[in-house]
């Protein structure tokens, strides 16, 4: 099983939809979790952290799930520019480094 | 002023050549990585240097040789280039004991003919 799964899309909704994607990670020790964004041919950058009780940052909501080992990212009001690929991250809680799933594809149309 | 600068942007080579990527960050972050995306977009992170340490040293063939000369640089040589070592290699820092929030390089796309 991997360390971090996610499904690779790729999501394809109307402007204006609410669209939500999960991650799933193998190591219940795992202590934190983000979600990056990555457009395509850039780098990824970090989209927002994910917090214990969940947490918003405008249009995106983040939660977290430890007893499923899972989190989730919601997006209201989907926008053009929203489209890109949506990786989950984690840290691991042994060593010093990160670790990232294959992502989420989504593609906004108009 | 680019917070994580990585040079060159491309890369094309023969294979069995020898290349060097440099990586330079100016954001004081005491922690940089090297990662492979491969094309299938899965990215893998190679290795870790936490102020000139190298703390992370993943699986990866012994034909990738880090450096560091200095906490704000961490380069990546690469003897005997293969095909299989096509790819986007991306260059990153962190503030240590922040892994998660990292700052990445734009990237370079090494391309072995």
């Known amino acids: 099983r991997k360390e971090v799964e996610q499904d690779p899309g790729p999501f394809n909704v109307p402007e204006g939809a609410t669209v939500a994607f999960n991650c799933t990670y193998s190591?219940?020790?795992?202590?934190?979790f983000f979600w990056y964004r990555q457009d395509c041919r850039k780098e990824p950058k970090l989209l927002m952290s994910v917090y214990s009780s969940g947490n918003e940052d405008g249009r995106f909501t983040a939660q977290l799930n430890r007893a499923s080992q899972y989190i989730s990212l919601l997006i209201r009001d989907s926008k053009l520019s929203d489209s890109a690929t949506y990786l989950c991250v984690v840290k691991d809680s042994s060593a010093s480094k990160i670790i990232f799933g294959s992502g989420t594809r989504l593609s906004i149309r108009p | 002023d680019t917070a994580v600068s990585q040079t060159p942007k491309y890369l094309v080579t023969q294979m069995g050549n020898d290349k060097s990527i440099k990586c330079e960050q100016n954001?004081?972050?005491?922690?940089m990585y090297w990662y492979k995306q491969d094309s299938k977009k899965f990215l893998k992170i190679m290795f870790s240097?936490?102020?000139?340490?190298?703390?992370i040293n993943e699986t990866v063939p012994n034909r990738f040789s880090p450096k560091s000369p200095d906490k704000a640089h961490l380069n990546l040589h690469i003897n005997s280039l293969e095909l299989g070592d096509s790819a986007v290699y991306f260059c990153?820092?962190?503030?240590?004991?922040?892994?998660?929030?990292?700052?990445f390089g734009q990237g370079t796309r090494l391309t072995v003919v």
């Open positions: 990153a820092s962190s503030p240590r004991d922040f892994y998660g929030k990292a700052f």
């Open positions: 190591n219940s020790a795992s202590q934190s």
């Open positions: 240097y936490n102020n000139k340490e190298l703390i």
């Open positions: 954001l004081g972050h005491d922690t």
